[in-house]
């Protein structure tokens, strides 16, 4: 399958700072990226969609000002979270989609995840 | 909007005792029908898609059907390494994915 790579797997930060998510697509080109978020015993939620040098589209409720998103190469998508609170504690996950192998969409795959814990 | 709804919420087995998960959807325009593995503080592991009713997967213990209204997911004789939480999702033809709450699973040796 498709290799993805998030980064990093776990941050604890103070309240108030920010926070800088990666994901990588290692082997293929990654046109679009899905972040999600997933808090405990719950499904993941689509925050937002973005377009290889576009700004991101984000989903109702998510605040686009304290979840930036770069999305600069095909191979590279940033999510920072700004002034973390708290209430932004929760498990990120990345979803790059392109053509893998010239086989397809690679929708199958996801980042392992981050666990941000703010304090 | 693209709702999916799985059931049981959690599941209980003995090793060796077949079962079987359900995931309920309603989407406009479906391109695909997912089922993800995810074990704890990971990111969802791909299982299978299924594309049209009718269609069924199987990749060792686990077999996925498909109707137009909802899916099965086949746990055949499991095995305490089976225990995870299953997700379903669809797709629609934004690409989007939209997920089920999913079914914990814990398989007793």
């Known amino acids: 399958g498709a290799v993805v790579s998030q980064h990093p797997s776990w941050v604890i930060c103070k309240s108030g700072t920010s926070v800088k998510i990666e994901c990588r697509s290692l082997?293929?080109?990654?046109?679009?990226m899905f972040w999600y978020r997933q808090f405990p015993k719950q499904s993941l939620m689509l925050m937002a969609t973005?377009?290889?040098?576009?700004?991101?589209?984000?989903e109702q409720g998510v605040e686009k000002d304290k979840f930036l998103i770069n999305h600069a190469s095909l191979t590279l998508s940033t999510l920072t979270v700004t002034s973390a609170h708290p209430e932004d504690s929760s498990f990120y996950i990345c979803?790059?989609?392109?053509?893998?192998?010239?086989?397809?969409?690679?929708?199958?795959?996801f980042g392992q995840g981050t666990r941000l814990t703010v304090v | 909007e693209d709702q999916v709804t799985q059931s049981p919420e959690a599941l209980r087995l003995q090793e060796g005792e077949s079962s079987s998960l359900n995931c309920s959807y309603t989407?406009?325009?479906?391109?695909?029908l997912f089922w993800y593995r995810q074990d704890p503080g990971k990111g969802p592991e791909f299982l299978f898609t299924?594309?049209?009713a009718g269609e069924e997967k199987e990749k060792e213990r686990l077999k996925a059907t498909l109707t137009k209204k909802e899916s099965f997911l086949h746990i055949t004789a499991p095995k305490p390494e089976d225990s995870a939480t299953y997700l379903c999702a669809v797709q629609a033809n934004d690409y989007k994915l939209s997920f089920g709450a999913g079914t914990t699973v814990t398989v007793r040796a």
């Open positions: 973005s377009n290889e040098g576009s700004k991101a589209t984000y």
């Open positions: 299924l594309y049209s």
């Open positions: 989407v406009s325009g479906l391109r695909g």
């Open positions: 979803r790059p989609t392109g053509v893998f192998r010239g086989r397809g969409n690679t929708e199958a795959f």
């Open positions: 082997d293929f080109q990654a046109t679009t």
